[in-house]
T-cell receptor, first 114, second 110 residues
Framework: KAGVTQTPRYLIKTRGQQVTLSCSPISGHRSVSWYQQTPGQGLQFLFEYFSETQRNKGNFPGRFSGRQFSNSRSEMNVSTLELGDSALYLC?????????????FGPGTRLTVL | EDKVVQSPLSLVVHEGDTVTLNCSYEVTNFRSLLWYKQEKKAPTFLFMLTSSGIEKKSGRLSSILDKKELFSILNITATQTGDSAIYLCAVKTSYDKVIFGPGTSLSVIP
């Protein structure tokens, strides 16, 4: 099976712009989670989607939004970019099992805001 | 406020040593605790723990959860240089919110 893919891998934007990141989960996985990773704050949960529904959201402002399509692909949008949004954005898809849920991360999108 | 604390934050050991990494948490509606390994790329899932006292094992790595004392440990025996990484602990709540700890940076020197 192909792994989790994220596009683009690298992105440079300027303050005030908006950006859309894409994540394709492993085939058959219906859950997609998004995370932000920065040197200062570490790894922080953004939101999780399951079957096109947002199940939970972390403590991020409304500028961060997402959606999931019927094929389980997910997009994350950040509007009115700020310098502090520069980070590695990771998505992960989850395989739910009887004994354990296994999460598989994509390679991430490195966003730089100038 | 929900929080996850890891200790030590940084650790340097020699190959062959055994290490124990700690993770403690304070969250409402605990559901599961997860361990990840992160090298210079995205995290790799190691374990998910939901029940106290049941050890999960994978090769030289093992982990256990104590829900009464609100902590988990990750053990690595006979460490190798390839074990050098950041080990992340995260707690998932019943509402599927995930809180990560700051990570433990492990360096294994030959």
């Amino acid at each position: 099976k192909a792994g989790v893919t994220q596009t683009p891998r690298y992105l440079i934007k300027t303050r005030g712009q908006q950006v859309t990141l894409s994540c394709s989960p492993i085939s058959g996985h219906r859950s997609v989670s998004w995370y932000q990773q920065t040197p200062g704050q570490g790894l922080q949960f953004l939101f999780e989607y399951f079957s096109e529904t947002q199940r939970n959201k972390g403590n991020f402002p409304g500028r961060f939004s997402g959606r999931q399509f019927s094929n389980s692909r997910s997009e994350m949008n950040v509007s009115t970019l700020e310098l502090g949004d520069s980070a590695l954005y990771l998505c992960a898809s989850t395989e739910f099992g009887l004994d354990t849920d296994t999460q598989y991360f994509g390679p991430g999108t490195r966003l730089t805001v100038l | 406020e929900d929080k996850v604390v890891q200790s030590p934050l940084s650790l340097v050991v020699h190959e062959g040593d055994t290490v124990t990494l700690n993770c403690s948490y304070e969250v409402t509606n605990f559901r599961s605790l997860l361990w990840y390994k992160q090298e210079k790329k995205a995290p790799t899932f190691l374990f998910m723990l939901t029940s106290s006292g049941i050890e999960k094992k994978s090769g030289r790595l093992s982990s256990i959860l104590d829900k009464k004392e609100l902590f988990s440990i990750l053990n690595i025996t006979a460490t190798q240089t390839g074990d050098s990484a950041i080990y992340l602990c995260a707690v998932k709540t019943s509402y599927d919110k995930v809180i990560f700890g700051p990570g433990t940076s492990l360096s294994v020197i030959p």
